[in-house]
């Protein structure tokens, strides 16, 4: 029962994540020029998004600060992002960050090591996006070469 309800039902519905791109959710970029064209409605859905993310890592600190497992997660997400961080020192140049919804859920997946129904339902969410941005989408690099313009205007 646990797998039909908490696991199953999100995963299905992460999959479902390409119909998102359809209504005000085509226009949802996030670069500073799109965001200032934004309707109303998607300000609405990125604060919705947002306090659903909080309430998630909320809940995370939680968990792990419980099972006593907090600072070894803190430290593994610092040294993540500090590789994140130090690649893209590196290739700034001649490449610049482009991350698609399908690598966030990469990303979650990787930091949820806690089991609970709801760390369970997080990550089926995430695992269904990421399925479902690979097999759409192909999967990208999140580095990108610039384009000649861009490095010229830098």
């Known amino acids: 029962?646990?797998?039909a309800f908490a696991w199953q039902i999100a995963y299905f519905i992460g999959l479902q994540f390409t119909h998102f791109d359809k209504g005000p959710m085509v226009h949802f970029v996030?670069?500073?020029?799109?965001i200032k064209k934004w309707p109303k409605i998607l300000f609405v859905i990125s604060g919705v998004i947002l306090i659903l993310a909080l309430a998630i890592l909320?809940?995370?600190?939680?968990?792990?600060?419980?099972?006593?497992?907090?600072f070894y997660y803190l430290a593994w997400c610092f040294i993540l992002m500090a590789i994140f961080g130090l690649?893209?020192?590196?290739?700034?140049?001649t490449h610049k960050v482009h991350m698609h919804h399908y690598t966030v859920g990469m990303i979650v997946i990787v930091t949820i090591g806690y089991q609970s129904i709801?760390?369970?339902i997080v990550h089926?969410?995430?695992?269904?996006?990421?399925?479902e941005g690979g097999s759409r989408w192909g999967y990208d690099p999140v580095w990108i070469r610039k384009h000649p313009q861009e490095n010229k205007e830098e």
């Open 1 to 3: 029962m646990f797998n």
């Open 30 to 34: 996030l670069t500073p020029d799109k």
């Open 58 to 70: 909320g809940y995370m600190i939680y968990a792990y600060w419980i099972s006593g497992m907090f």
């Open 87 to 93: 690649i893209t020192c590196c290739v700034r140049k």
């Open 124 to 131: 089926a969410f995430c695992n269904g996006m990421m399925i």
């Open 118 to 120: 709801p760390a369970a």
